[in-house]
């Protein structure tokens, strides 16, 4: 044979997978801005050490598992993973926490199930749950917002990540963890009664939510994902909440405006639900898939005991996706006119 | 206007049409060999009815149809059959197929054509053996037997397609603006022979011209040409027919299980040709272009004729091709070789240069980013066929139906990690089928071990039975014996029979031996002496009365010296 | 013991008799009626087995082999059938999928019988040994293949005594030919293939 034989078709032009991951950390840069107005330098240091230890991490995985470095790191994957996981640390994080999320998201939830693609648990996710449920305190102590105090500086964030005493910054309760802890206050008088309090929801977070909804909505408009996944779990975490708040009783759980502001809400519904790898396949399975996950996360934020719940929600539904996937497989062509005879 | 409805998914690739479609058809030269395929269509090869060193014409039949799936081919110009022979075609296998191989004299000369001007007067019956003797197949890349497809009482509605919706490929486009005459006259003859009530005419936005003139030829005729957005792979037939009706053939069916059938605008215009100039298939528009290609544009090519020939006449340069690909580039098939010939469904030759087209990226795992769902024409779930196909999980595959993917290659083209799905899905139909196909053979194969065993039983239970059944007799007949000869057995009493009548034999010719010799002669002598008498009275020949006489005397003369020995035995015993 | 007490063991024993009749009736009608024939475990095995007959398996047929691994015979001696065919009884029979016994033979492209006829003395050994009766002739008169029916069992080479019995491959051609799943190495990249550009 002189000439090569390939299938068709001959022309591709589609994004690679490493242009994806670039578009999505592109689309997280808004959120990241916001969150380090609010919390400071932590943040950076927090995405700079997960970044670090993801990338070691990635590459020793490839390694033991014979695979090359370069073509699989150069995919994104792993800094996305790192990214994420960064974001939903607290601030401050030191070394030690980082890396055992990272290693946990990279090398537990990722290959050990295969790699890119084979993992059936979000990868960020699966780090996180395991941090807050091995080191409770340390994932609870966030940094008060820099309108409330003063944020700690470059150097005493190097000091916080290397785990130095000498770092003892101001940490304040987030609103999710105040709305969970009330016990017999109306809404609006725990809004007067603390000023984390903002706007809407918390100081700072509503902002930080917003600028995530932002790089959410570019991505859509540049077709990553599709509409479905983000706008049921907003959908149904709305109405959960604008069906259970009670006009700001003490039992009432927030108001729909406050839960799409608050805690994780934004970041979970645009760069979490929206892994395609472990989340449902078709487009209905995802508009299911991110129903469930907003039902989820607010029963688990109002009647559950943690105050926030998206990395439980969507791993719960992670395990769902296969059954959601059974039962949404979208008609082909030439079979939805014959069904709709029957 | 009629109006549009639309199909899911779908891709906007770069066209690439203009290269070729700016200038008008040329005809391409005659080459000295012609390779001609037995087999340039879906179905039952045809039949050689040549031999080797006949001289054919342009025109004449050289095989042809084996059965309804089937349809003729015939030379495209004068000459010698030099070999029938299995000979490297156009296929992605890369495998040989028997072909007739004719050396052309270059004279080019044709057979009388037998054209048929008033064709609306034959039977319908003759119109498509017509069609399928003069070699018709569809000319849009499947190369379906067109008559075995007409051959359908139960057509409503006509759409020809000319959407040609594949990058690079414009030979449709040249056609309708060029021999929109000859089209309108073969849309007239399927329309004839369909009995549809309705023509449609499908053309992509992106070809106003050939609108434009198909617009102009059908004016007087009641169809509605219907002008549809640019979008690949709208020309694919079911998504035509859901682009122009709303409605979607039911999986495992065919379009006419609605009422439809599709026809290519090049097989229209082929039809007409056969039919109304009695001109059999034997040449093509073909669309030759990429970037390795000087003079792109199309050509009129006769079928046979080597791709390596017709690249050189285009002004190929081979240093910078890396693939040659029949066909377009989302659904074509890469060459083998140049070395093989222009067959009827060869719409399109593509000699990109190395930039040109997707280089063979290195593959990446799949996310399963779903960007293939998006535009699977099909509705299919691509990305859950790819995982089912890589694991060889056939019931999952039936189960999200792959036998309805049309291959169409939008998937793969979208796919971020540059998966080959195609290929997937090819080799999993095909291991599919295959598993079919051995599941009925062993059926077969069990159900003829099974009679064979019972064939085998019935057997020895027969001569078990024939046995027992004559030993049963023999005893019967035995008893019934019995009654007349004390119970002895008849065998044995035969036996004895024989070896008494012996014995008694052997003990009397002892005693007489001699006196029997004597009485013996005696009888002899009466019946000689009777014959001689007789031969006298009847008046035979003297030799024959001399011989008896003679015997006579011999026999007189041996019975008195035996007479005369017994005298002398008596004295001496005396 | 009154008169009532009495009825009502009467009563009782009666009822008890008559749900016993009922019932039984019942089960002896559903015997009849709902009855399988043979046992249903080896007609699904011996659905997965090749049906080539061949006895490599040292059984006299698939059925017989099928019985036997029902029985609790191995699952790896069926050459024709191969590596397939012993994942779909493992998956079947919920065993460990063995390799195949190689005491039984190999794994072989699938054959078809020829018999070159010219040498054929008609003896019709062939015809008796083949297990489909797929050979066609006559004593004295040449016999030849229905190719179409031969399952490749090579059970007809040996009993020929002028072995002109040739078991030749199906060839691949532009009909039968079919894609093949996209090389492995190159879709998943290895060290090996691209450790260098890594």
Request: charged share 15%.
């Amino acid at each position: 044979m002189m000439l090569q034989q390939v299938s068709a078709p001959h022309l591709r032009a589609g994004q690679s997978t490493e242009e994806i991951m670039l578009r999505v950390l592109l689309a997280l840069v808004p959120g990241i801005i916001a969150m380090a107005h609010f919390f400071g330098a932590g943040v950076f240091t927090n995405i700079i050490g997960a970044c670090i230890a993801a990338v070691l991490c990635e590459s020793l995985c490839l390694r033991l598992r014979d695979r090359p470095l370069l073509l699989y790191l150069k995919d994104y994957s792993a800094v996305v993973t790192a990214v994420l996981l960064a974001l939903a640390l607290p601030p401050y994080s030191p070394w030690w926490l980082i890396t055992i999320g990272t290693v946990a998201a990279i090398a537990l939830a990722k290959h050990v199930f295969g790699g890119l693609g084979s993992n059936p648990f979000n990868p960020a996710m699966v780090g996180y749950v395991v941090l807050l449920i091995s080191f409770p305190v340390q994932m609870t102590q966030w940094t008060a917002p820099s309108s409330l105090a003063a944020n700690p500086g470059v150097w005493d964030s190097v000091l916080a990540m290397i785990g130095s005493e000498a770092y003892d910054a101001v940490t304040m309760a987030t609103p999710l963890d105040l709305l969970k802890q009330n016990d017999g206050f109306m809404v609006s008088a725990l809004w007067q009664q603390y000023p984390q309090f903002g706007r809407f929801s918390g100081v700072g977070w509503e902002w930080i939510n917003l600028a995530f909804l932002a790089g959410g909505v570019w991505l859509l408009q540049q077709k990553i994902f599709t509409w479905h996944a983000p706008v049921g779990m907003l959908a149904v975490l709305g109405l959960m909440s604008a069906l259970f708040y009670d006009g700001g009783s003490s039992s009432s759980g927030g108001s729909p405006l406050f839960h799409w502001l608050s805690g994780a809400t934004m970041l979970g519904a645009f760069f979490i639900v929206t892994d395609p790898v472990s989340g449902a396949t078709s487009n209905l399975g995802r508009l299911i898939f991110g129903a469930l996950v907003g039902l989820l996360v607010y029963c688990i934020r109002v009647w559950g005991s943690y105050p926030d719940a998206v990395a439980f929600a969507v791993l719960l539904m992670n395990f769902a996706a296969p059954f959601i996937d059974y039962y949404t497989q979208p008609k082909p062509y030439g079979y939805q006119a014959r069904d709709a005879d029957k | 206007m009629t109006a549009i409805y639309s199909f899911h998914g779908g891709i906007h690739p770069e066209e690439h049409k203009t290269e070729s479609s700016s200038s008008p058809i040329q005809t391409a030269p005659l080459p000295r060999f012609l390779i001609l395929p037995v087999s340039q269509h879906i179905g039952a090869p045809a039949k050689p009815v040549v031999c080797v060193g006949q001289r054919v014409l342009k025109g004449e039949r050289i095989a042809h149809a084996d059965g309804p799936l089937s349809t003729a081919v015939h030379a495209s110009s004068s000459g010698y059959v030099t070999a029938i022979e299995p000979h490297l075609i156009a296929h992605p296998s890369g495998l040989s197929d028997t072909c007739i191989i004719i050396e052309t004299d270059g004279h080019d000369e044709a057979l009388p054509a037998s054209s048929h001007p008033n064709w609306r007067s034959y039977e319908l019956g003759e119109l498509l053996e017509l069609i399928r003797d003069q070699g018709i197949a569809g000319l849009g890349g499947a190369g379906f037997p067109s008559a075995y497809k007409l051959n359908n009482d139960n057509i409503q509605t006509l759409i020809i397609n000319g959407a040609e919706c594949e990058p690079y490929i414009t030979a449709d486009d040249r056609l309708m603006r060029e021999r929109s005459e000859l089209l309108e006259q073969g849309i007239a003859i399927l329309q004839h022979i369909t009995g549809a009530s309705e023509v449609l005419i499908a053309i992509e936005d992106n070809k106003p011209e050939a609108i434009e003139a198909v617009r102009a030829a059908c004016e007087h005729q009641d169809w509605t040409v219907v002008t549809i957005p640019t979008k690949y792979p709208s020309g694919g037939e079911k998504q035509l027919i859901e682009l122009l009706t709303g409605q979607q053939v039911p999986g495992g069916g065919i379009p006419a299980d609605l009422g439809i059938v599709c026809q290519n605008v090049a097989t229209a215009a082929a039809i007409a040709q056969a039919v109304i100039e009695g001109q059999p298939l034997i040449s093509r528009i073909t669309t030759l272009t990429g970037g390795c290609v000087a003079n792109k544009g199309n050509y009129e090519v006769r079928l046979g004729t080597p791709i390596e020939y017709l690249l050189k006449h285009s002004g190929y340069s081979l240093e910078q091709s890396q693939k040659v690909i029949m066909g377009g580039p989302l659904m074509g098939f890469t060459l083998p070789s140049l070395d093989v010939p222009v067959v009827k469904t060869t719409s399109c030759i593509l000699a990109p240069s190395k930039t040109e087209l997707a280089s063979e990226a290195c593959t990446q795992a799949c996310i399963r980013c779903g960007h293939c769902a998006e535009v699977c024409p099909a509705s299919l779930l691509p990305q859950q066929l790819y995982w089912y196909a890589k694991s060889q999980n056939h019931e999952q595959l039936k189960a999200h139906n792959l036998a309805d993917c049309i291959e169409c290659g939008a998937c793969a083209y979208v796919c971020p990690s540059a998966l080959p799905l195609v290929q997937f899905y090819r080799a999993a139909k095909a291991e599919i089928k295959e598993k079919s196909i051995e599941q009925r053979q062993a059926e077969i194969a069990k159900n003829r071990f099974e009679a064979r065993q019972a064939r085998l039983e019935r057997d020895a239970t027969e001569r078990e039975a024939t046995r027992a059944a004559r030993k049963a007799e023999a005893k019967t007949k035995a008893k019934q014996d019995s009654r007349y000869a004390d119970e002895t057995d008849p065998v044995q009493a035969a036996i004895e029979r024989a070896k008494a009548k012996k014995a008694r034999l052997q003990q009397s010719g002892e005693a007489n031996s001699v006196s029997n010799t004597l009485e013996e002669l005696k009888a002899k002598l009466e019946r000689a002496k009777f014959g001689l008498e007789h031969a006298h009275a009847s008046g035979k020949e003297e030799k024959v009365l001399t011989a008896l006489a003679a015997s006579v005397g011999r026999l007189e003369s041996l019975l008195a010296s035996e007479q005369a020995k017994q005298a002398q035995a008596q004295e001496s015993s005396e | 013991m009154d008169g009532e007490s009495l009825s009502n063991i009467l009563w009782a024993t009666a009822a008890l008799l008559a749900l016993g009749a009922g019932f039984g009736a019942l089960l002896g009608f559903a015997s009849v009626k709902f009855q399988t024939e043979g046992n249903p475990v080896v007609e699904q095995v011996n659905a997965l087995l090749p049906q080539t007959q061949c006895g490599q398996c040292s059984y006299p047929g698939c059925r017989p082999y099928a019985e036997a691994i029902v029985a609790g015979e191995a699952i790896n001696k069926c050459p024709p059938g191969g590596e397939t065919t012993i994942h779909s009884l493992a998956d079947l029979l919920n065993l460990e999928p063995l390799p195949l016994d190689a005491a039984h033979g190999e794994e072989q492209a699938k054959t078809v019988a020829y018999i070159r006829e010219d040498e054929c003395i008609g003896c019709t050994k062939c015809i008796q040994a083949c297990p489909v009766d797929a050979i066609l002739g006559a004593a004295k008169l040449m016999h030849t293949v229905i190719a179409s029916e031969c399952t490749g069992c090579d059970l007809c080479v040996e009993p020929c005594p002028v072995d002109c019995i040739d078991m030749i491959e199906l060839p691949t051609t532009v009909q039968n030919w079919s894609w093949s799943l996209p090389n492995r190495t190159s879709l998943i990249a290895t060290d090996k293939l691209y450790g260098d550009a890594a």
